[in-house]
T-cell receptor, first 116, second 117 residues
Framework: AQTVTQSQPEMSVQEAETVTLSCTYD???????LFWYKQPPSRQMILVIR??????QNATENRFSVNFQKAAKSFSLKISDSQLGDTAMYFC?????????????FGPGTRLSVLP | DGGITQSPKYLFRKEGQNVTLSCEQN?????MYWYRQDPGQGLRLIYY???????QKGDIAEGYSVSREKKESFPLTVTSAQKNPTAFYLC????????????????FGSGTRLTVV
């Protein structure tokens, strides 16, 4: 079974600084997808960024980028120029491509606080 | 605009009572899911459905039931057999079988907070 680990339960960063959230996963599959979701205090889950495992190029979305290391099974999220609105829980998630539509495996989350 | 609507936002249940949480989507997604989130924890899958009139148990299905009579709707009933139902419940939907090489992830509703009183 796949597992997702986020080793940092809580983190904080000063506004405008850069922060990196860690995620590691365990799988025997070769084709899969990885995601980062954000859950602000409103509790709405928002997709931040996604990565297909077969793509070597790291995904980027504006101030958000990932460092995908397939051999190390690592998928960290970098937030540049942190803003107060980035304060949220961040969940790393894994999905096996061959079982798409059946189940995400979520990590336990990292609570990020952006300080003014 | 397309999306997922969960209702109610807050729900209170008395001991021994069944309650039903609503989830409706207009995204034309085949697959729908129910997750439970406890304070400070990640999401745990309760049930999921990939097609109408079919659904599968997730990791924590005991004490819950679902139906999928319409593509747009996937209601969750929390029965009296669920001994600790106080939690935040999230509904999600997705394309069940995307084109090869494409990924879309889930679209989530805004959640229902259930409290036992």
């Amino acid at each position: 079974a796949q597992t997702v680990t986020q080793s940092q339960p809580e983190m904080s960063v000063q506004e405008a600084e850069t922060v990196t959230l860690s995620c590691t996963y365990d799988t025997s599959e070769n084709n899969y997808y990885l995601f980062w979701y954000k859950q602000p205090p409103s509790r709405q889950m928002i997709l931040v960024i996604r990565q297909e495992a077969y793509k070597q190029q790291n995904a980027t979305e504006n101030r958000f980028s990932v460092n995908f290391q397939k051999a190390a099974k690592s998928f960290s999220l970098k937030i540049s120029d942190s803003q107060l609105g980035d304060t949220a829980m961040y969940f790393c998630a894994f999905m096996d491509r061959d079982n798409y539509g059946q189940n995400f495996v979520f990590g336990p989350g990292t609570r990020l606080s952006v300080l003014p | 605009d397309g999306g997922i609507t969960q209702s109610p936002k807050y729900l209170f249940r008395k001991e021994g009572q069944n309650v039903t949480l609503s989830c409706e989507q207009n995204l034309n997604h085949d697959a729908m899911y129910w997750y439970r989130q406890d304070p400070g924890q990640g999401l745990r899958l309760i049930y999921y459905s990939q097609i109408v009139n079919d659904f599968q148990k997730g990791d924590i299905a005991e004490g819950y039931s679902v139906s999928r009579e319409k593509k747009e709707s996937f209601p969750l009933t929390v029965t009296s057999a669920q001994k600790n139902p106080t939690a935040f419940y999230l509904c999600a939907s997705s394309i069940a079988f995307p084109p090869p090489g494409r990924s879309y992830g889930y679209t989530f509703g805004s959640g229902t907070r259930l409290t036992v009183v």
